[in-house]
């Protein structure tokens, strides 16, 4: 059994993620809870759980839902599931992810949310401690699903709460921007900020948290409705039309924020309409975080296809970047933690789009990238000007249709043949196989996780002759299998 992919669970409602699944979840997440403080079903005592009024533990859970309309539904059905598992619920309502993870400090939690896909599906993610279940957590919740667990005892179950969380989540948000960019936040003052928030749960967060901040937000589709009727739910620059016109229509405007449907995710506009590129948004955060540490070693941790333009940012810095798989920037962030010296510090993790500030919190969070990136850039006097010294060498994705059973042969050939192919300054193949070329530059190969395609990204001066060489290599590779 297969149910977690890269970003938890998703698919649709009548055929994927459906309420005997919510349940059936919910119920294996308690157990799991309750096997990790080694007491199945009722737990020991140790953080994550609560003493119930008859003096037993239970692993307690914040469970909240983004604002499609299958999340109640499928939210009552996860309760169910997590009380008759064990686990204390406390049910926080409508409400962005990252404020969910902000809840799930000191214990667990379940975000009912398919991010920005359609309003046809929904998923299920789960945190422990503010951070996303690694791999091997969500294994277990699998192994426990496929068992078929039954209920606990009639006298172990856990109790079902309403909670309210939001607010203290938007209260530390503004508490953590104001302490660590005074500067920045302070030239927030009287800025006017468009927000794109897509009928999504960021409407519940952003403009409020911009308008504390002492900024003037333009909130568009801030309305929560989830059949997003506005636009799709995924902010891209075809989706973020209305937005980029309506901040290149305006002179007071210099920048735009566009979210998808669970408030995770962000795109950056300029005032001229243009969308920022989110490798280029990467890297002026990355930069500030670094110059702003007193660790000894600062340390960026992002992905293998994000630009070289990050890793030259960070350098001029004084820091250094490094790359983990997708999808799992929080055990990156821990492995780098467990690796490094006293003088090592995470000040910032980061994929295209998806962002951790571990100062703040574990989990991805575009709530205070939004507030963050709105703030550097009035700091700055725009995000044009913000973003000057960024180098932007042309990039392009491509995808060569390869069967799944034939990935891993053909990744072995392409190991050695796509070196061969270019002036390597350096190699890895930890994810896939990523040549650092002469000159400045970059190619990355990989099999892709969810589809039968092997990926190739590459930024380079001459960006489609190096694509060109390694859709060669790849596609000799595909047709020798």
């Known amino acids: 059994m297969t149910l977690f992919g ?38 020991n005592g140790q953080f994550g759980e609560e003493l119930s009024a008859d003096g037993r533990t239970s692993p307690s859970f914040a469970l909240g839902i983004d604002g499609r309309t299958t999340g109640d539904g499928l939210a009552a059905a996860a309760a169910a599931g997590l009380a008759s598992g064990g686990a204390d619920v406390d049910r926080v309502g409508r409400l962005p992810t990252p404020a969910l993870a902000h809840a799930s400090r000191g214990r667990r939690g379940m975000m009912i949310t398919a991010s920005h896909n359609p309003p046809t599906d929904n998923g299920i993610k789960l945190f422990d401690d503010g951070v996303e279940y690694d791999s091997e957590a969500e294994s277990d919740v699998e192994r426990i699903v496929a068992a078929e667990t039954s209920p606990a005892d009639w006298d172990e179950w856990g109790g079902i709460r309403e909670g309210e969380t ?111 590129h989110e490798d280029t948004v990467l890297a002026v955060i990355a930069e500030r975080y670094v110059r702003k540490a007193d660790a000894v070693d600062p340390v960026v941790v992002t992905t293998p296809n994000a630009s070289g333009r990050i890793d030259e940012r960070v350098a001029a810095a004084g820091g250094r970047t490094e790359r983990v798989a997708l999808g799992v920037l929080h055990e ?49 006097g725009g995000i044009e000007r913000l973003t000057a010294d960024v180098v932007e060498r042309p990039y392009r994705k491509e995808s060569v249709a390869c069967p799944d059973d034939a990935k891993t042969a053909v990744m072995a ?50 960006v489609d002759a190096v694509v060109d060489t390694a859709w060669s290599v790849v596609e000799d590779a595909v047709e020798a299998e």
């Open 6 to 43: 890269t970003a938890g669970i998703r698919g649709d409602v009548r055929d994927a993620v459906d309420p005997e699944l919510a349940m059936a979840v919910g119920r294996a997440a308690a157990r799991h809870a309750a096997e990790q403080s080694g007491d199945d079903p009722s737990g």
């Open 166 to 276: 939001l607010e203290a989540y938007r209260e530390a948000v503004c508490a953590y921007l104001e302490e660590t960019f005074p500067e920045a936040v302070g030239a927030l003052a009287g800025q006017r900020v468009a927000v794109d928030c897509g009928n999504g749960v960021a409407g519940l967060a952003t403009p409020q948290i911009l308008r504390s901040l002492g900024a003037e937000p333009v909130a568009l589709n801030a309305n929560v409705d989830g059949s997003f009727p506005a636009r799709e739910s995924k902010p891209t620059p075809e989706s973020l039309t209305a937005l980029r016109r309506f901040v290149e229509g305006d002179d007071e405007l210099r920048i735009g924020i566009g979210h998808d449907g669970d408030g995770d995710r962000l795109a950056v506009v300029g005032p001229d309409g243009e969308i920022v």
């Open 332 to 380: 990156g962030i821990a492995r780098e933690r467990a690796a490094g010296s006293v003088d090592t510090e995470v000040v910032f993790a980061a994929e295209p789009w998806k962002h951790v500030h571990p100062a703040f919190g574990g989990w991805i969070d575009a709530i205070v990238s939004a507030g963050l990136i709105a703030a550097l850039s009035a700091e700055a």
């Open 413 to 462: 050939e392409i190991e050695t043949e796509l070196p061969a192919q270019f002036s390597a300054t350096d190699v890895d193949t930890e994810y896939g196989v990523r040549v650092e070329l002469e000159g400045g530059g970059w190619v990355l190969v990989r099999p892709s996780g969810t589809e039968p395609y092997i990926r190739i990204y590459a930024e380079h001066a001459d």
